[in-house]
């Protein structure tokens, strides 16, 4: 089901300081930028390896406000991982494989997400408190 780690998201109170941190303590290369409305965060793609299916990244996320998922998760439990992403090949399939095992989705339908991709979050309480992302990476 899962093809590699797509990223780790790293949530922080200021991105442009994480960034240089990643980047000079670990030789990592940002490859991508963007601002997600929908999602609440301005984010940066570092990138560590390519994989079957896509590539594997250090994800680092600033909330837009305190009240998106990132804002209200920097408030209650300070900066840190704030979830995992799997590399899969098809995210709509894999939504409806995992929620048949019971595991609640926290979307309905694949939403947009880094570098093109199609993204899909699954509920933290049902992953041993891990909040776990689906990825299908852009086709390259
Ligand atoms: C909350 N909880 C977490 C968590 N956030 N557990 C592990 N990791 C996290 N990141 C726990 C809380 O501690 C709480 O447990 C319970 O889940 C419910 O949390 P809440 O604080 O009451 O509720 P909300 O309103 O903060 O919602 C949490 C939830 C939400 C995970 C449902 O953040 C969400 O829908 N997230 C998915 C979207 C997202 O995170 N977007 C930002 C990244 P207790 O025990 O206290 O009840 S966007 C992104 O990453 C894109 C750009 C991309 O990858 O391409």
Avoid: W
Avoid at 24 to 39: C, G, I, M, P
Avoid at 48 to 75: C, M
Avoid at 96 to 102: L, P, R, V
């Amino acid at each position: 089901m899962f093809m590699r780690i797509d990223h780790i998201g790293i949530a922080c109170r200021d991105l442009e300081e994480k960034i240089a941190f990643f980047s000079e303590t670990f030789e990592l290369t940002v490859v991508a930028r963007e601002v997600n409305e929908e999602q609440g965060v301005k984010e940066a793609m570092l990138h560590i390896a390519d994989g079957e299916g896509g590539g594997s990244y250090i994800q680092l996320l600033e909330p837009l406000s305190e009240d998106s998922p990132v804002g209200k998760f920097l408030a209650k439990r300070g900066e840190g991982v704030h979830h995992v992403a799997f590399g899969v090949r098809d995210v709509t399939e894999t939504m409806a494989k995992i929620n048949e095992k019971g595991v609640r989705l926290l979307d309905q339908h694949p939403r947009h997400g880094s570098m093109g991709s199609e993204i899909a979050f699954l509920h933290p309480k049902d992953v041993g408190g891990m909040l776990t992302e689906l990825v299908q990476a852009a086709k390259r």
